[in-house]
């Protein structure tokens, strides 16, 4: 069967509702504001028809005045409490469409009343109803069109019935009668499936918009972990620090970068393959998250190579070296076999600086410092910490956790 467009765009689904539920839902207090404004106009419009009847048909001018104040007048007070139910919008703009109709009835058996050859004149504004009906209340296609046929009946029934309406008559009126209902069902059908279509647009947009903006926050996410290891990269790192130092920007900007580097490595990979050397820095990764605190931030820098940015209160030498040293240690007891070390197991080296943040690129000289303290401890042995001090050119060398 042959279906308008509008149907089948009413009938789209969106996820668990209807194109025609949604539609209805959003455009209810726009509509509902629109529909208060007009009622409240054709009920102005259609008193404002009292003294045309009385100049025109002085002898219904009474009823006129009678009917219209008795019956359309509550009728249209009705309405508008009824526009503030919460019940669908549709039933609203049905309800408004329901109450034209009946003024129309109304206005039809007032001038049924007259014997003043004027009415086939006057009669011809019935089509104003029609207009009123299709576009300027502008209700949905399908009323419009049940609308137009209550209307079509009560004027052609009534100009059978009006004194002096001869076939002459009603032709003249159909010759503007018909065009104006079909041209008015028209614009209402284009006016229906535009605003339908424009919604639907709209929505569409804004999915896409939201699925994009899910997607790029996944795809940032993702440029700034390891995908190994979980831990941030460098990327994720450089974000951290810029944020903290803006953070800490009036506070204390002290921090201590803390670099991990496992010993051995190729020998690792040479000896027991590349597979296990993966599975070799996942684990080391999680020790050294392990190790960290809530205030520290661990990445994997580079290959076999890790970073931690320490901060917090009371970050001093001491504290930076003791978080080293807890992160040696809790790697050396994972006790993962290591045939080709010295130290039998996987281990790291440890090399730490401690230096001022001023701004997320002031981090590359402290890590070139703690990248010299890392080598003073590979050269020292492996599987220790020393620290390297920002301010100073030359490592300190700390005895602390040498073996
Ligand atoms: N399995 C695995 N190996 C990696 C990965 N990234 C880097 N490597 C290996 O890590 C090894 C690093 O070796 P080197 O830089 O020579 O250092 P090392 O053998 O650890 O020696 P020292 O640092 O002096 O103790 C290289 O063989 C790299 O191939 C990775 O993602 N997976």
Redesign the pocket.
């Known amino acids: 069967m042959y279906r308008l467009s509008y149907f089948d765009l009413l009938a789209q689904r969106i996820g668990d509702t209807t194109a025609k539920a949604r539609f209805d839902r959003d455009r209810h207090d726009q509509r509902l504001a629109t529909l208060r404004l007009v009622t409240f106009l054709l009920a102005l419009f259609y008193f404002s028809y009292i003294p045309v009847d009385m100049y025109l048909l002085p002898d219904i001018g009474l009823r006129s005045l009678l009917i219209r104040f008795f019956v359309v007048g509550p009728l249209a007070v009705f309405l508008l409490i009824y526009y503030q139910r919460p019940v669908p919008i549709r039933h609203k703009e049905f309800a408004s469409i329901a109450v034209v109709g009946i003024a129309t009835l109304v206005w039809c058996i007032v001038l049924l009343g007259t014997d003043n050859p004027r009415v086939l004149h006057y009669f011809y504004a019935g089509l104003v109803f029609q207009l009123v009906l299709t576009i300027v209340l502008a209700p949905p296609f399908e009323q419009s069109v049940y609308a137009s046929i209550v209307v079509c009946l009560c004027l052609y029934t009534t100009i059978w019935l009006l004194p002096g309406a001869d076939t002459e008559y009603v032709i003249n009126h159909l010759v503007v009668g018909v065009p104006t209902v079909v041209l008015t069902l028209m614009a209402n059908y284009r006016f229906s499936t535009e605003s339908l279509r424009l919604y639907l647009q709209n929505l569409n947009t804004d999915t896409l918009r939201a699925e994009l903006a899910e997607r790029n926050e996944n795809l940032d996410k993702i440029s700034h972990i390891d995908p ?1 290891t979980g831990l941030a990269n460098r990327r994720g790192l450089s974000r951290h620090a810029a944020a903290l130092a803006l953070r800490r920007r009036a506070r204390d900007q002290r921090v201590a970068l803390v670099l991990i ?7 690792f ?1 040479d000896t027991y393959g ?1 597979d296990a ?2 599975h070799c ?1 996942k684990q080391v990764a999680q020790a050294i998250q392990s190790a960290c605190g809530p205030q520290d931030t661990a990445c994997r820098y580079g ?2 190579e890790f970073l931690v940015l320490h901060t917090g209160n009371g970050l001093d030498a001491l504290s930076s070296a003791a978080l080293g040293e807890r992160i040696r240690a809790s790697v050396a007891a994972l006790d993962l076999a290591h045939r080709e070390s010295e130290h039998a197991c996987v281990t790291v ?1 440890v090399g730490i600086c401690v230096g001022i943040l001023e701004h997320g690129d002031a981090l590359t000289p402290l890590i070139l410092e703690a990248d010299r303290a890392l080598y003073a401890a ?1 050269r020292a042995g ?1 599987n220790r910490v020393r620290e390297g001090r920002h301010d100073a050119s030359s490592v300190i060398q700390l005895s602390l956790f040498d073996d």
């Open positions: 190994l580097d496992v010993d051995h490595f190729k020998a990979n590349h050397g993966d820095l290959g076999e080296s590979k492996r």
